[in-house]
């Protein structure tokens, strides 16, 4: 799977042979992560060329859509569906970017175009995204992007010694 979102961005599915390129960026930006993914803090390149086998597993059962957010041939990051619970016919999206590659709207433009697949290819009919209360930047995305808070799960996710509350955000297919 790829998506074309612009001349110098694309977005597709996560390989095997990208645990390398993306366990770099995760060491050069663990203190940029960490603070909001439970896994940034300690993940080693085991754990990361674990994570790659178990996304393609997922997506070949159509369990998940893991991908990787490329800028001009590099991995900037991740964004994609973790989640996908076929049954429902629905998809929880997660994202992340290194440091130097925020503030370009590139997220938003990716997770744009995982919509459109979600409610095309996929045929999900709700997409939905969880961030932690107080990461305003990750709560921007589905704010721009027209979904709707639906409410806050309390105490939902372990970072570090604590836990964080999650705004979650729907949008149904006949919303898009």
């Excluded at 370009?104 to 209360?133: S, Y």
């Excluded at 979904?147 to 570090?160: H, I, K, P, S, Y």
Aim: one cysteine or more.
């Amino acid at each position: 799977m790829r998506i074309q979102v612009s001349a110098d961005v694309e977005v597709r599915a996560l390989r095997q042979d990208d645990a390398r390129e993306i366990h770099a960026l995760v060491e050069a930006n663990r203190g940029h992560l960490a603070p909001w993914l439970p896994w940034a803090a300690d993940q080693e390149l085991a754990g990361t060329e674990n994570y790659m086998r178990t996304a393609e597993e997922k997506r070949e059962r159509g369990e998940a859509l893991d991908c990787a957010v490329v800028v001009d041939g590099r991995i900037a990051g991740c964004a994609g569906f973790p989640i996908i619970e076929s049954h429902a016919h629905v998809g929880i999206i997660g994202y992340w970017l290194a440091k130097e590659y925020e503030g370009r709207g590139l997220v938003t433009r990716a997770v744009d175009a995982l919509i459109d697949h979600a409610f095309g290819e996929l045929g999900l009919h709700r997409v939905e995204i969880r961030a932690a209360t107080n990461n305003a930047r990750s709560r921007a995305v589905p704010e721009r992007l027209g979904f709707t808070e639906e409410g806050v799960l309390r105490a939902a996710d372990g970072v570090g010694d604590e836990y964080v509350d999650l705004a979650v955000y729907g949008l149904l297919a006949t919303e898009r």
